[in-house]
């Protein structure tokens, strides 16, 4: 997703007064004004129509995006950044006056380090939601963007063959290993059947049940069952205990029901008393 750069505010200050020195005679004190004034504005509404708008969102990023950071703290966030803009204006609008009124360069001089004085300290007060909206950024940046097709999602317990399954279905590359949690995020790949595109996203293992317990890339992984997914794949693995994995696939078919889901016994055998289906079958979308 989209997301702007973030300036911490010691380092937006220096960048200024070292723009400003270049681009403006230092004794037009008016114009260091409105050029300020100009910068600030510019800089700061990039960032405020660049972070997440909550309300224009897909499903599926609003959830995504609510799992990084609710929508009232992004409110709040942002509003920090149109009030603190308020303020600056403001101030330069109160200099920018007395400087068109005062005769002596001296005192033109004085009124400019008071103005970068209270307009740099209000721009030092975004400190703490710089950190924030910093911190959020690789969370935003890293969610995985699907395509709107007919899409198929893996799911199971850690080791349960999930991306080996990608990889025999499409052209996806992803690291495969014997050790759980290899794979950290959705991956995403293709295969054409008949003419006709199909996604399927593999996802990392579900180990906890309860949404409130989930990390990060679990609750993607249920964001995606619920918003992008048209089939749901358990793959199960008869080596791992059966009841455990049966509470699973329930848990999700409960929470799902509007959706198709089949058991894949990616290991030989049959998940009992649930509907089965062959690689075959996943292969020709024929559920
Ligand atoms: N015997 C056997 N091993 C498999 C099969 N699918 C995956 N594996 C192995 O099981 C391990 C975990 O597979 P992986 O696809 O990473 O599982 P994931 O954690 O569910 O994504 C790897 O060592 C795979 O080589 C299978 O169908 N049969
Ligand atoms: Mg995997």
Known sequence: MKYPNIIMAKDLIDLLIRQ???????????KYIIEYQKKVNDRFLHVYNSLPDYSLMPDYYLLMSKNICAETTMLKHKNHYLSTLKI??????QYKGQVKRQKEQKVKNQLKKEFLGRANS????????????????KYFERIPNPKDLFTIILIG??????TTLLTQLT???????SYSFTT???????????????QVVDTPGLIHMEFRDMNLIEKQTVVAIKTISDVILFLYN??????????????????NK????????????????????TFEQIKNIDF
């Open 122 to 137: 209000a721009i030092k007060k975004l400190e703490a939601t710089n950190k924030q909206l910093i911190e959020y950024k």
């Open 238 to 255: 008869q080596y791992q205990g059966f009841e455990e994995q049966e509470k699973m696939f329930l848990k999700i078919r409960d929470e």
């Open 171 to 177: 052209s996806a590359n992803p690291e495969i290993n």
């Open 184 to 198: 950290k995020s959705l991956n995403i790949g293709y295969f054409k059947i008949r003419e006709k595109e199909i």
């Open 20 to 30: 400003l020195k270049k681009e403006v005679e230092s004794k037009d004190i008016y």
């Open 88 to 93: 600056i204006n403001k101030l330069a609008e």
């Open 157 to 162: 317990v850690p080791n349960s063959g999930k």
């Open 258 to 277: 509007d959706k198709k889901m089949f058991a894949y016994p990616s290991f030989g055998g049959e998940m009992k008393g649930y509907p089965n289906v």
